[in-house]
Structure formats: C-alpha cells, structure tokens
Nanobody, 126 residues
C-alpha cells in the first residue's frame, strides 16, 4: 500500500486542522492505521491508531481529548482531526499502515507498521 499524508499547515494556538492520509494499493480495510509525529530534533512519537473497521482507537496521552483518528474504508482514507492545537504540537506528521488479519489490532509501536507516508508539516504559532 502507498500512503500520502496531506492537510498540514500553519495554525494559531487553539486552532484546528484535519490531516488526511490517502491510501492506494491493496484493500485498505485490511490495514490498521496509525499517526505519528516528529518534532525538530526529537524522535518520532506515536499519536493515534485505529483498527481495521474503525471501531477501536487509542491515543497518546499528550493528545487524548484533543485529537481524533478516523477512517473511511470506502474512500481509502484515514484522518486525524486536531483541535485545541498547542505550539508543542508542531511537527511533521506521518500516517502509517500495517496489514493485519486481526480486525481488532491497534498498536502504538513504530515497528508494528510496515508502510509510511511522506509526512506533512504542522506548525502551531503561539
């Protein structure tokens, strides 16, 4: 599967953005999806993950209650709705996918994901 993340940009603190991840290739509904981010000078970190059906998701504590991951299997799309953005959310955001037979599978581990998009930059100004 090939992934392309887009929707990043410059936003003021307290604002919102919705990131999108377009997938092509093998059947999208067989992939668990994840979002990660990497700030300048820092390691990439887990943000959110969603299972194949979209019925289960989990989040990093740093974004819980502010960010929402979702997917539309009919459109081969995954999304990350980001609200109440903070300057510390500034980073390059990556979507990732892994093929799993387990329809309930989610993961916060980078090495659980086999396919990565190119990243989209989110800048939150104070």
């Amino acid at each position: 599967v090939q992934l392309q993340a887009f929707g990043g940009g410059l936003v003021q603190a307290g604002g919102s953005l919705r990131l999108s991840c377009a997938a092509s290739g093998r059947t999208f509904s067989t992939y668990t999806m994840g979002w990660f981010r990497q700030a300048l000078g820092k390691e990439r970190e887990f943000i959110a993950t969603i299972n194949r059906s979209g019925g289960g998701a989990s989040y990093a504590d740093s974004v819980k209650g502010r960010f929402t991951i979702s997917r539309d299997n009919a459109k081969n799309m995954a999304y990350l709705q980001m609200n109440s953005l903070k300057p510390e959310d500034t980073a390059v955001y990556f979507c990732a996918a892994t093929y799993r037979r387990d329809s309930y599978f989610t993961s916060s581990a980078e090495d659980a994901f086999d396919f990565w998009g190119q990243g989209t930059l989110v800048t939150v100004s104070s």
